[in-house]
T-cell receptor, first 113, second 112 residues
Framework: ETGVTQTPRHLVMGMTNKKSLKCEQHLGHNAMYWYKQSAKKPLELMFVYNFKEQTENNSVPSRFSPECPNSSHLFLHLHTLQPEDSALYLC????????????FGDGTRLSIL | GENVEQHPSTLSVQEGDSAVIKCTYSDSASNYFPWYKQELGKGPQLIIDIRSNVGEKKDQRIAVTLNKTAKHFSLHITETQPEDSAVYFCAASSGGSYIPTFGRGTSLIVHP
């Protein structure tokens, strides 16, 4: 149990579907992150939220839309995805600034048909 | 921005041997260096970290060393066991940024 829970664990969707990924942390952290992990590529940071405010958007296409209603919950809304978006999507949280350890969830394995 | 290089990409050892994974970084302002272990089907988990005011840190069979002058840091695993098989990631970040930079990962295989 990492303290960071992601749902669903697996998701298969067509390119025209709309779905959402959910992340919840029970660690009292104030920063939350979305990462994309593809085979043979380094971890790609997508979004960073600190105290519910988005602080980073790492040039992510608009078909990915994050939402952070409070410091414990983070969503990634998906719309009109492409086959190259198939990957493992990881959520993480940390207590503060970049020099703090990150706690990762086990990810959502996303497959785009 | 920061750039982190990690080597090797794959490391195969016999059970009981030692394993060493090396990372270099480019930003001299980086002051926090965590190492993560990712097992199959799981997210990365922190196994050890080191800050720039320390040269070495140990936790049982795992140790990390940091050379600030040369801008490199290494993970050392002694007496490896099959359950050490996983992908290991290094990262570097500075206190003013929420963005750690990760290495590309090392797949460690420990043969029984």
């Amino acid at each position: 149990e990492t303290g960071v829970t992601q749902t669903p664990r697996h998701l298969v969707m067509g390119m025209t579907n709309k779905k959402s990924l959910k992340c919840e942390q029970h660690l009292g952290h104030n920063a939350m992150y979305w990462y994309k992990q593809s085979a043979k590529k380094p971890l790609e940071l997508m979004f960073v939220y600190n105290f519910k405010e988005q602080t980073e958007n790492n040039s992510v296409p608009s078909r990915f839309s994050p939402e952070c209603p409070n410091s414990s919950h983070l969503f990634l809304h998906l719309h009109t995805l492409q086959p190259e978006d198939s990957a493992l999507y990881l959520c993480a949280s940390s207590l503060g600034a970049g020099n703090q350890p990150q706690h990762f969830g086990d990810g959502t394995r996303l497959s785009i048909l | 921005g920061e750039n982190v290089e990690q080597h090797p990409s794959t490391l195969s050892v016999q059970e009981g041997d030692s394993a060493v994974i090396k990372c270099t970084y480019s930003d001299s302002a980086s002051n926090y260096f965590p190492w993560y272990k990712q097992e199959l089907g799981k997210g990365p988990q922190l196994i050890i970290d080191i800050r720039s005011n320390v040269g070495e840190k140990k936790d049982q069979r795992i140790a990390v060393t940091l050379n600030k002058t040369a801008k490199h840091f290494s993970l050392h695993i002694t007496e490896t066991q099959p359950e050490d098989s996983a992908v290991y990631f290094c990262a570097a970040s500075s206190g003013g940024s929420y963005i750690p930079t990760f290495g590309r990962g090392t797949s460690l295989i420990v043969h029984p």
